[in-house]
């Protein structure tokens, strides 16, 4: 998380891919990258915009925010490496520029711009106002561990009185709502009338309609199976001992003592089909419409061959 968002100089991606390019009906679309700097342009065939790119944003696939004449807009294309190459950004796949001005992006206004940073990256809005001068990159310490510079001052000194508020002690609920504030809550989606494909890259959302969902219960928290301070672990297996700590006959005595949970019995059923690797089967990737993202669908269940998606 914290290469949500970069600055220049810092963009492995487009180093490797000095001139990238795309055409877009009858627009053509160009990121060109040298010694770190890159540039955007978008041309009709007689006439070219060209703008530097100041905000990099996505640690895989990447969008930039643009400044134009004092507008911001978020890039009509993005950087996906799945491909690897250009293509158009999520969710703006039907925009209809009606001249190369409109054709750089969609124009996004104050407000979009305080959240789209305020996702991404930290100190960025001060008072409910955008402040660039004092944002820093990406989800810093700061961002979920409030007076973190204290602790980080008493840390040089080994004095670690002044230690963050331990989210560990909050519920599964409250932490959902806690990493939801980014990744979105249950409330957002539902309160947005989000349905469909688009809903799984909404960990919260798809986590709470799962049955193995209780907002009482730390097993299945977010930080039960995933440390928000180190990249995502891409292994099956290491999460077998997660869904086991539920799912296991032999779990019931030794968890039970530890966690006393008041909804959900201590332990569930176990898998007729398989021991291990548990979340290849229960918790399957998903694709967004437009191919070029993959998410892991957090409504974890018994995946029926050729099911519609399940809202
Ligand atoms: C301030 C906003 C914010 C909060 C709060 C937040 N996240 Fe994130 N998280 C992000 C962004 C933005 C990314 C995407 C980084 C990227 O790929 O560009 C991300 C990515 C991730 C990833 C994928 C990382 C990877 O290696 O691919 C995981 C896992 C994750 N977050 C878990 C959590 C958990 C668990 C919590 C709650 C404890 C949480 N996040 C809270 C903004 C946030
Ligand atoms: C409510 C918080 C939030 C806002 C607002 C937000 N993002 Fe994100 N963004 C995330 C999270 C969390 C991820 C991590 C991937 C995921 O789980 O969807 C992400 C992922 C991304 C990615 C990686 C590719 C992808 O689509 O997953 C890009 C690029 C991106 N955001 C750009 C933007 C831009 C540009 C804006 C503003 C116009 C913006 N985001 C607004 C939270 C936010
Ligand atoms: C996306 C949110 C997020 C970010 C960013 C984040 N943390 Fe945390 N941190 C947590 C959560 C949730 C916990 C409690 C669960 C845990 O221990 O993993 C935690 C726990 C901790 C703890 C207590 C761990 C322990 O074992 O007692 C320390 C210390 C800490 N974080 C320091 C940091 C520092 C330093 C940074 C910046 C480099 C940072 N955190 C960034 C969410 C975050
Ligand atoms: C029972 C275990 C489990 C729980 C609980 C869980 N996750 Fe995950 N999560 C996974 C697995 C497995 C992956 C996929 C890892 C991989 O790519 O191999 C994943 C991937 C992710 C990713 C990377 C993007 C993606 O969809 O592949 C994000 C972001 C994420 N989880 C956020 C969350 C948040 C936020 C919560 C709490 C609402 C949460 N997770 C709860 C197991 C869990
Ligand atoms: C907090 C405890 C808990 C955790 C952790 C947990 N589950 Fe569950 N799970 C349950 C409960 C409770 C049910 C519903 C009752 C039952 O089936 O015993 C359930 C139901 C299921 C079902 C049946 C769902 C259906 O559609 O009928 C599957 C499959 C499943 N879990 C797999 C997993 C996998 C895989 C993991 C790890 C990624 C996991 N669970 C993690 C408690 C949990
Ligand atoms: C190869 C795919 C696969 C793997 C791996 C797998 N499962 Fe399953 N699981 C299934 C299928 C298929 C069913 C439905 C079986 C049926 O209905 O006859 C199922 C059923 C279940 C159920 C519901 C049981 C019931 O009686 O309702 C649970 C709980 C479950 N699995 C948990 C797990 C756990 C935990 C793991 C890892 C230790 C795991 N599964 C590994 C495919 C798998």
Not at 5 to 14: D, E, I, K, R, S
Not at 245 to 253: D, E, Q, R
Not at 269 to 275: I, N
Request: net charge negative; aromatic share 8%.
């Amino acid at each position: 998380m914290g290469r949500a968002l970069a600055l220049p100089g810092a963009n492995p991606a487009l180093r490797n891919e000095p001139k990238l390019t795309v055409r877009k009906g009858p627009y053509t679309y160009t990121v060109e990258t040298h010694e770190d700097q890159s540039t955007y342009s978008v041309s009709d065939g007689t006439r070219t915009i060209t703008v530097p790119i100041h905000w990099y944003f996505g640690a895989g696939a990447q969008t930039w925010v643009l400044e134009r004449d004092g507008h911001r807009y978020e890039s009509a294309v993005s950087y996906y490496p799945s491909i690897p190459g250009l293509d158009f950004t999520t969710g703006d796949e039907d925009l209809k520029p009606r001249n190369l001005d409109e054709a750089i992006g969609r124009e996004i206004g104050m407000p979009e711009t305080r959240v789209c940073f305020g996702c991404h990256a930290s100190t960025a809005v001060n008072k409910g106002k955008m402040t660039f001068e004092s944002l820093r990159p990406g989800v810093t310490c700061e961002h979920c561990h409030a007076g973190t510079n204290t602790h980080l001052a008493d840390s040089i000194n080994d004095d670690f009185d002044s230690a963050p508020p331990d989210l560990r002690k909050r519920s599964s609920e409250d932490i959902s709502n806690f990493c939801g504030q980014c990744h979105r809550s249950w409330e957002t989606v539902v309160r947005n009338h989000w349905r469909g494909e688009l809903t799984v890259r909404f960990q919260p959302y798809r986590l709470a309609n799962s049955k193995c969902f209780d907002g009482g219960d730390p097993r299945i928290s977010c930080i039960a199976c995933h440390d928000p301070h180190v990249d995502v672990v891409r292994q099956d297996s290491s999460y077998d001992a997660k869904c086991l700590a539920c799912h296991s006959p032999a779990s019931t005595a030794a968890s039970s003592a530890a966690i006393v949970s008041s909804i959900s019995p201590p332990h569930a059923k176990s898998c007729p089909t398989a021991q291990s690797d548990c979340v290849s089967c229960h918790m399957p990737k998903v694709k967004l419409p437009n191919g070029h993202l993959t998410f892991t669908d957090h409504q974890i269940r018994i995946v029926k061959p050729g099911e519609p998606f399940p809202n």
